[in-house]
T-cell receptor, first 114, second 113 residues
Framework: LAKTTQPISMDSYEGQEVNITCSHN???????ITWYQQFPSQGPRFIIQGYKTKVTNEVASLFIPADRKSSTLSLPRVSLSDTAVYYC???????????????FGGGTRVLVKP | EAQVTQNPRYLITVTGKKLTVTCSQN?????MSWYRQDPGLGLRQIYYSMNVEVTDKGDVPEGYKVSRKEKRNFPLILESPSPNQTSLYFC????????????FGEGSRLTVL
């Protein structure tokens, strides 16, 4: 299982872009990278998933370099409501893989200030 | 509405008194899992299930049991709870194995005295 490392916390201001980098040096060939957002007293919520290069959806972008040993979640123009904990998760999505053990990292606490 | 429902949401119990936290999903997902969340430790997987009658241990299975008799339900059983099982518990389901897209319940906060 690929271990992930993220910064513990980050501060930002409304309107700024926030970039959170996750390290996963031992990522396997079949592993995908997924990011989740969690507000206090709520379950995590899926944000975005990618395998390589760049993925963009309506809320975020995910940048994955060619070696895939890290990934960066980019939140454009954050607002106060983006204050949350963000988790990077690496896992094998292939149907033929054995088991479904998933190991979340410690997450990054993002505080957006006015 | 697609959802994962956990019950109870809050529970205070005493050491040794068996309890069950239920989890039900209405999305016909094959994959379900349980996590506990403790301050500073993030989310840790307790057990997972890949289909009916197929379950396996996650990273922290000690003190817990699960069963998957129906596709929609995946209860977490604490046969003899201890104070170190005081935690926030989340159930999740997904259509595919791996890291995405997991749908989480709202959480069950358990206190064992």
């Amino acid at each position: 299982l690929a271990k992930t490392t993220q910064p513990i916390s980050m501060d930002s201001y409304e309107g700024q872009e926030v970039n959170i980098t996750c390290s996963h040096n031992n990522i396997a060939t079949n592993d995908y990278i997924t990011w989740y957002q969690q507000f206090p007293s709520q379950g995590p919520r899926f944000i975005i998933q990618g395998y390589k290069t760049k993925v963009t959806n309506e809320v975020a972008s995910l940048f994955i370099p060619a070696d895939r040993k890290s990934s960066t979640l980019s939140l454009p123009r954050v607002s106060l409501s983006d204050t949350a904990v963000y988790y990077c998760l690496v896992g094998d999505n292939s149907p033929k893989a054995a088991g479904n053990k998933l190991t979340f990292g410690g997450g990054t606490r993002v505080l957006v200030k006015p | 509405e697609a959802q994962v429902t956990q019950n109870p949401r809050y529970l205070i119990t005493v050491t040794g008194k068996k309890l069950t936290v239920t989890c039900s999903q209405n999305m016909n997902h094959e994959y379900m899992s349980w996590y506990r969340q403790d301050p500073g430790l993030g989310l840790r997987q307790i057990y997972y299930s890949m289909n009916v009658e197929v379950t396996d241990k996650g990273d922290v299975p000690e003190g817990y049991k699960v069963s998957r008799k129906e596709k929609r339900n995946f209860p977490l059983i604490l046969e003899s709870p201890s104070p170190n099982q005081t935690s926030l518990y989340f159930c999740a389901s997904s259509a595919h194995r791996g890291a995405g897209e997991l749908f989480f319940g709202e959480g069950s906060r358990l206190t064992v005295l």
